[in-house]
Nanobody, 115 residues
Framework: QVQLVESGGGWVQPGGSLRLSCAAS????????MGWYRQAPGKQRELVAV???????NYADSVKGRFTISGDNAKNTVYLQMNSLKPDDTAVYYC?????????WGQGTQVTVSS
């Protein structure tokens, strides 16, 4: 089993920044295949950013150049630095980890971008 605890969501004005954190515990050996999805009201959950393996990352086109995913293997934690936020970034952000063939999700943290 893997437990994921997110933090760092909140409200921010357009153009602002937020940093999300996700700490993993349990049967986890590294932060490969760990990242963030989001779900806006009435929309499907979508990939935002993920650390695939060995530092290789993947981003949704909509966040490239604005969001940066990083991780700390010693702390089993990944971060999502979100800059130049737009109202379209408003969503519940979920931490994700794939481990030993199973998918795990955090409880979600709300990010609201509005003036």
């Amino acid at each position: 089993q893997v437990q994921l605890v997110e933090s760092g969501g909140g409200w921010v004005q357009p153009g602002g920044s937020l940093r999300l954190s996700c700490a993993a515990s349990g049967s986890i050996f590294n932060i490969n295949n760990m990242g963030w999805y989001r779900q806006a009201p009435g929309k499907q959950r979508e990939l935002v950013a993920v650390i695939i393996r060995g530092g290789t990352t993947n981003y949704a086109d909509s966040v490239k150049g604005r969001f940066t995913i990083s991780g700390d293997n010693a702390k089993n934690t990944v971060y999502l630095q979100m800059n130049s936020l737009k109202p379209d970034d408003t969503a519940v952000y979920y931490c994700y980890k794939r481990s030993l063939g199973s998918n795990y999700w955090g409880q979600g943290t709300q990010v609201t971008v509005s003036s």
